[in-house]
């Protein structure tokens, strides 16, 4: 007679894994129960989103799957929410209302592999360096069937996702607080081509804002712009001008209707510099964040706008303090890399913008940028 150990692994191992993909788990979500029975099609969580209708990929199609009343997933404002990404539900800590509720949790994991190997195939990337980052996005409305697409901001940014199962999103400190009733967000994803076939993720779920101490709402989102680096396609120098800065929209990638980015399919978008997203908080996505305006965004533009952060608290006119350079930053993936000072790394930037874009003032964009942090001696931009 097998023993109930025994019977476990048995079921673990008939789970399907690598056949599946990734998204979010929490009680919070539109969907959060749907398994591969509910709908016609396979419509769990974890499966992708491509070349559909608008009612087919809003939402995953989950709104009338809602979350119970109260399962809300808290953001606290200027700290870390942590969520949990599985390609199946019996790898996160809510195993017990899976279809099959078996403990399945294999720790950091996201996803492991019938054979071992990572990472897995349900993870899309060939390894660390292939990460393309996924963004959490929020829209200040309680009920859900008023929100359009336009209306998602995004607010925070993994450019490590989703090599593990608990991803931190840092949530900036001046998120104001929602409505009654609570707010609406969305987690968000596209993988690198080599990963796989032209696929979105969309989970949404329930959210409220804890800890507010601000009250300056969210600018309007704008549509993202490929700036960055990419010498894949040719560019490979950013084009900071081209960059769309402050509030910015979630992609809406292949799919039948209401998109918003048109890249060809060897040509995703992804949450990374590549489209100005940074990693971590957005923390220039408020009304008051340019408040010298920002510039029409393209190819020739030679102004490149400079936010201001000031603190939740601060009832004043918000003055710019510290590194306020919305240019792209180094993302976690150099964490493990030889610290530079930011004499260094303004070098390496003038050096690499100044080729491509000699009308751009770039002494003058890197001098703000650095104005109010120690001067590292040795070097200028007119030094070399």
């Known amino acids: 007679m097998f023993s109930t150990a025994l019977l476990l692994t048995a079921v673990a191992a008939s789970l399907p894994l690598t056949t599946a993909h990734i998204s979010p788990f929490h009680p919070s979500m539109y969907g959060f129960n749907v398994t591969d029975r509910t709908f016609p099609y396979d419509n769990r969580p974890v499966a992708p989103l491509q070349d559909m209708t608008f009612d087919e990929w809003w939402f995953h199609n989950h709104l009338d799957f809602p979350p119970l009343p109260g399962d809300i997933f808290e953001l606290p404002a200027g700290k870390a929410a942590t969520m949990e990404l599985a390609c199946n539900k019996g790898l996160t800590s809510f195993f017990a209302t899976s279809d099959n509720p078996v403990d399945i949790r294999a720790g950091n994991n996201p996803c492991p592999s ?16 292939d990460l393309t980052g996924c963004a959490l996005a929020i829209a200040y409305e309680s009920d859900v069937r008023k929100i359009q697409p336009e209306d998602f901001t995004v607010f925070s940014v993994n450019h490590t996702c989703v090599w593990n199962r608990f991803t931190d999103f840092q949530v900036p400190e001046r998120m104001p607080p929602c409505p009654e009733g609570g707010c609406h967000c969305a987690w968000f994803w596209v993988h690198a081509p080599d990963g796989g076939s032209e696929q979105n993720y969309m989970n949404g779920f329930r959210c409220d804002i804890t800890g507010a101490a601000a009250n300056v709402a969210l600018a309007k989102p704008k549509v993202p712009r490929r700036c960055g680096e990419d010498p894949a396609h040719g560019k490979p120098q950013a084009t900071p001008g081209n960059c769309t800065y402050g509030a910015k929209q979630p992609f809406y990638w292949f799919q039948k209707e209401r998109n918003n980015m048109f ?122």
Do not use: C
């Open 114 to 129: 019938d054979d071992g190997s990572f990472p897995s195939g349900a993870m899309h990337t060939t390894g660390f360096d």
């Open 263 to 384: 890249e060809d399919a060897s040509a995703p978008p992804f949450y990374t510099d590549l489209y100005n997203f940074r990693d971590g908080s957005q923390d220039d996505i408020f009304e008051d964040s340019y408040p010298n305006g920002i510039p029409d965004p393209s190819p020739e533009q030679t102004v490149v706008p400079t936010p201001v952060f000031p603190s939740a608290s601060s009832s004043s006119r918000p003055i710019a303090t510290g590194s306020t350079s919305s240019f792209p930053q180094p993302s976690r993936r150099a964490a493990g890399r030889p610290k530079k000072s930011s004499g260094e790394v303004a070098k390496q930037l003038y050096q690499k913008m100044k080729p491509s874009r000699s009308d751009v003032d770039v002494k003058a964009h890197l001098l703000r940028a650095r104005r109010g942090q120690p001067q590292s001696p040795g070097w200028t931009p007119d030094g070399n």
